[in-house]
């Protein structure tokens, strides 16, 4: 036959398939500046519109006036609250079960909430109109600081006082008062309680993870486009989920989904920030349903930070409890969780704190208890999962923190706390005192790896010496010695319980091979710059025996994509990828048949090996993929139906749990507070490795926006309730001169339950980073007394830190 | 609104005239206007770089400066700089080292490479990382984009001394 000159080894090369670096296929356009963004979109007669925003945090809108603005040549219409309401669209409901407004509705409750929507022939006449716009505001008082807000008698959300005055019950059950959205708990109270009471030693820290943004460097944006002749509407949009937002713009406008069309086209980034649905989206369709004419709106960095999606903002209170010989026996955990003026975290629907709860970490923790209680305040709404799923970076950071403070208690060193309550390699599947049951992981390993690839002792001792010289005055530069051993909870999520919005997270994969041999394969998750394109082919490759390079990927457009619930919280390979592995089981399945026939032997004489079905013991006699497809379209096959295709819907059993060990070796100029990162080690195991090169990439990606929130990048509030941090200018996104060089290293512990044992790396990098760096500015400190300080360690708050502690004296 | 004005403007080689309120900001002269939409939109304060482009010689944010300031001068957007049958090294690099993700900075990026390189053809790693400060990318970490224009650098210098 025509390739048998061809070895196996070069088989397997040609294929492309999972393991190898392939390089990317979306890099072509994007090179040559021929990507397609939102943004890019033009079409006929397409107007603009952006918003009127508030000023205030909280205040009453007294009255809008829109006649000046009307009068402004190229403004066309100005949308508020009065015109959205006899279409029941003034309101939206969130992804946490809560409802936002679209636009203000009688009140504002955050600075920079949308008011009116301007639409306009182009952004030049809608900020014209926008300054147009008179709206008559009276200020309320302002909550800012959710402890107050509990206590306060200023009712944020008339819609949480029941008629006779007590708090109403929200989507998560009862309200401890009207400002209070919901408790949520997991573990067990008693039992935890009882064992830190009665511990040898218990270490007790009060932590605030602040405020903070994805910060994608495309903003938010859609384009609307009714079209009245046929009834249809299109929108493209910077959407991580297409289908989710489809359905959701079905059910709040009633029009029929198969009516709507939802299209993500490129998108620059998202890390979070593109999951919600936010109040640009439906105004543009109002609006596009009003004039008859394709809306764009585009948010600008400013709206970007201030309004859309912000993360994190816990205030965490930890007690955790061990022997003397350091042996963890208990953990609690209280948070108290700042969602702003509307609850729109983007958690599946049974979780409105997420996955805090694998808050144990990567530790044997017999028994635990969490408990969470999420507030209003005069903020943004968002709460997304900001490169990592759900509220895990929160989680991890807790309890790497927690660690830090326990080996301070005992006076040990923290690699070695870490090491003795690691979960033990023959514990998996690991069942946590909080729920999760661990699928696979081999700690030790990779930890004793990071340590001896570090020289662990030998940093320590220069750290020693250090200290010495510095108590000496020979220097004024102290090191720290940053560690961080995480376990993430990812690729949500099993049906069972795992929802958003009543949709189950599973995902999907559509595979057609062409008779040539080529193929294409759809899917539901979209990409953001994590190449789906280049790894589903390579593990579609590997799965049915045709290059990578014949088959095409295509994601987010509702139309041709399967339903899926989308790409964030690192879900696209561990239930995406795991429905395109068993998509293409399903046209091995039938090729094998095929394969079969056409070898005139038994389907079970028949195996599959790289890119072909070969007879058994007879590796001469063999059929190629190619050949097989060809046939599958042009041979009257007994009993087989022709054409060569299959889907797959793929409901994960569990959850997948990637770890990693990450060391940072820090240098810190005590009298300017700046810290030079001097070394920076990450050792992650995914699981089965698709490709090598887009996996470190994510990683050096994930590690500096690590680095960013760690050491600067925050969303901070006066009292007032203004955004203080509201431009570039004022929000820390790293530069290449501020951002170290990594070293990467792996080991692989495949998940048991994934077809390909494949876990997902996007987040880990930073759900190990954030902890990983804080750890070291406050390792650096711990000879002094350090016990803990707050993120984000810029140079003031180091400098601050050094100066508390005596070190200017 | 202002009164518009007209402007001559060459971008990659081509000469452009048109009618236009002088506050309007070159980005959106070349992105809607001129359908020149490889350079991006980030920040529209100059933090970000997306929107580099090359003004007579020099690395400019198009955000920074209004279509008045660009009249009758020559611009260079990624268009220009490389396509399908005459890739730039840097181009090549960037895939070939991916230094690139979501793709949005990467316009900016190598249009402001390719002016680093022409000022500094051998620049040191801290050389490159502080010459494309101006430049923000939230995929990569740039530890790629650097290997990148390091690779590309030595590229253009061999073929240089080649054709010497
Ligand atoms: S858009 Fe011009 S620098 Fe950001
Ligand atoms: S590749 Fe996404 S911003 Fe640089």
Redesign the interface.
């Known amino acids: 036959m025509k390739d048998e000159v061809t070895s196996r080894e070069e088989r397997i090369e040609n294929l492309k398939g999972m393991g190898c670096s392939r390089?990317?296929v979306?890099?072509?356009?994007?090179?040559?500046?021929?990507?397609n963004?939102v943004?890019?979109i033009?079409l006929d007669g397409m107007l603009f519109g952006d918003f009127v925003r508030s000023p205030y945090a909280h205040a009453k809108i007294v009255n809008i006036d829109t006649s000046a603005a009307l009068e402004?040549?190229?403004v066309l219409a100005v949308l508020t609250a009065k015109d959205l309401e006899p279409l029941g669209l003034h309101w939206m409901p969130t992804l946490a079960g809560d409802r936002q407004m679209v636009l203000a509705d009688g009140k504002v409750l955050f600075q920079g909430q949308e008011v009116a929507f301007v639409v306009a022939v182009?952004?030049?006449?809608a900020a014209?109109g926008i300054e147009a716009v008179e709206v008559e505001y009276e200020e309320l008082e302002v909550l800012v600081d959710p402890f107050k807000a509990m206590k306060s008698d200023v009712v944020l959300r008339p819609d949480t006082v029941a008629e006779d005055g007590s708090p109403a019950a929200g989507a998560h059950g009862p309200r401890k008062h009207h400002n209070h959205i919901f408790t949520w708990e997991a573990g067990d109270k008693g039992p935890t309680f009882e064992t830190i009471d009665n511990a040898e030693v218990v270490a007790e820290e009060t932590m605030y993870y602040h405020r903070t943004h994805p910060?994608?460097?495309?903003?938010c944006g859609c384009v609307a486009s009714m079209d009245k002749v046929n009834g249809k509407l299109t929108l493209w949009g910077t959407f991580q989920a297409p289908h989710a937002i489809r359905t959701v713009v079905s059910l709040i406008s009633g029009i029929e989904e198969h009516n709507i069309r939802v299209i993500s086209p490129?998108?620059?980034?998202g890390?979070g920030n593109k999951v919600g649905a936010y109040p640009g989206y439906v105004c543009s369709v109002v609006a596009s349903i009003v004039t008859g004419k394709p809306v764009k709106w585009i948010e600008?960095?400013m709206d970007n930070l201030m309004t859309t999606a912000f993360a994190r903002d816990y205030h965490m209170t930890g007690r955790v409890s061990a022997t003397r010989e350091g042996k963890i026996t208990g953990l609690h955990c209280h948070v108290t969780a700042d969602h702003g003026g509307f609850d729109a975290c983007a958690d599946p629907t049974k979780f409105p704190a997420g996955f805090m709860n694998i808050c144990t970490g990567s530790y044997d923790i017999p028994t635990a208890f969490l408990q969470v209680d999420g507030v209003y305040t005069n903020k943004a709404p968002g709460g997304v999962s900001y490169r990592c799923s759900f509220r895990v970076t929160e989680a991890v950071y807790f309890i790497e923190r927690m660690i830090e403070v326990l080996a301070i208690e005992l006076n040990m060193d923290a690699a070695e706390l870490r090491r003795i309550n690691f979960i033990k390699k023959e514990q998996f599947p690991y069942k946590a005192a909080l729920g999760w049951e661990y699928d696979s992981g081999d700690y030790h390993t990779a930890w004793d790896k990071a340590l001896k690839t570090v020289d662990y002792e030998g940093l320590r001792a220069e750290q020693a010496q250090r200290v010495e010289d510095f108590k000496a005055g020979k220097t004024r530069s102290l090191m720290g010695i940053g560690l961080s051993f995480f376990t993430e909870i990812v690729g949500a999520g099993p049906v069972k319980n795992c929802d958003i919005l009543g949709l189950g997270m599973f995902d999907s994969c559509e595979i057609r091979i062409h008779p040539t041999g080529s193929a294409i394969a759809r899917l539901g998750t979209i990409s953001?710059?994590?190449?789906h394109a280049t790894t589903f082919a390579q593990i579609l490759a590997s799965e049915i025996g045709l290059p990578a390079d014949s088959i095409t990927i295509e994601e987010g457009d509702t139309d041709t994509a399967p339903y899926g619930l989308g790409t964030y919280g690192s879900r696209s390979t561990p239930v995406a990828g795991a429905a395109t592995a068993m998509a293409g089981r399903k046209i091995r399945a039938k090729a094998q048949m095929i394969a079969a026939y056409l070898l005139e032997v038994h389907d079970n004489d028949v195996e599959f090996d790289v890119d072909r079905f070969v007879v058994k013991g007879a590796p001469e006699k063999f059929k190629t993929m190619k050949e097989i497809a060809f046939a599958a379209y042009n041979q009257a096959i007994p009993g087989i139906e022709p054409g060569l295709e299959a889907v797959s819907y793929y409901d994960p059993p569990n959850m997948t749990y990637p770890f990693g060990a990450y060391i940072c070796v820090m240098d810190i100029d005590v009298d300017t507070g700046l810290p030079e990162i001097r070394r920076f080690y990450a050792l992650d195991d995914c699981g089965t490795r698709i490709n090598p090169?887009?996996i470190?990439?994510?990683v050096?990606?994930?590690?500096?926006?690590a680095l960013a929130v760690a050491l600067g990048q925050e969303i901070a509030y006066d009292d007032m309730g203004n955004v203080k941090t509201g431009?570039?200018?004022d929000f820390f996104?790293p530069?290449?001169?501020e951002?170290p060089?990594?070293e990467t290293d792996y080991t692989v512990t495949p998940s048991p339950h994934h077809p390909i044992g494949a876990k997902g790396v996007g987040e880990s990098p930073h759900v190990g980073g954030v902890p990983c760096f804080s750890n070291a500015i406050q390792d650096a400190f711990r000879p002094f007394g350090n016990r803990h300080t707050n993120m984000p360690h810029d140079h003031w708050r180091i400098w601050k830190t050094a100066n508390e502690l005596g070190l200017h004296d | 609104?202002s009164k518009k004005q007209h402007y001559k403007i060459t971008v990659n080689g081509k000469e452009e005239e048109f009618l236009a309120?002088p506050?309007?900001l070159l980005i959106?002269t070349l992105?809607?206007r001129l359908?020149?939409?490889?350079?991006?939109?980030?920040?529209?304060?100059s933090?970000?770089g997306?929107c580099t482009v090359t003004i007579d010689g020099k690395s400019v944010k198009s955000c920074t400066m209004f279509v008045a300031q660009a009249d009758g001068k020559k611009i260079t957007?990624?268009?220009g700089i490389?396509?399908?049958d005459n890739?730039h090294p840097?181009?090549t690099a960037?895939?070939?080292h991916?230094g690139?993700?979501?793709?949005?900075?990467?316009?900016g990026m190598?249009t402001r490479a390719k002016k680093l390189l022409e000022e500094n053809p051998n620049p040191t790693e801290a050389e490159?990382?502080?010459g494309?400060?101006?430049?923000?990318?939230?995929?990569?970490?740039?530890?790629?984009?650097?290997k990148s224009i390091q690779a590309a650098a030595a590229e253009m210098n061999a073929a240089k001394e080649a054709a010497e």
Do not use: S
Not at chain 1, 122 to 125: L, S, W
Not at chain 2, 35 to 45: A, D, K, L, Q, V
Not at chain 2, 133 to 146: D, L, M, S
């Open positions: 390089k990317r979306e890099d072509a356009r994007f090179t040559q500046g021929k990507g963004y943004d890019d033009k402004v040549p190229g182009d952004r030049y006449a014209d910060c994608p460097l495309e903003t490129d998108i620059g980034g890390f600008d960095r953001q710059g994590q190449g090169m887009i470190e990439g994510q050096h990606g994930g590690l500096t926006e431009t570039l200018m996104l530069t290449a001169w951002v060089n990594y | 609104m309120e506050r309007e959106y992105r809607e359908n020149i939409t490889g350079p991006h939109i980030g920040c529209e304060t933090h970000c997306a957007t990624i268009e490389g396509g399908p890739l840097l181009q960037f895939k070939e991916h690139l993700q979501c793709g949005y900075c990467t316009p190598i490159i990382r502080f494309m400060a101006g430049n923000i990318c939230r995929c990569t970490g740039y530890q790629n984009i650097v």
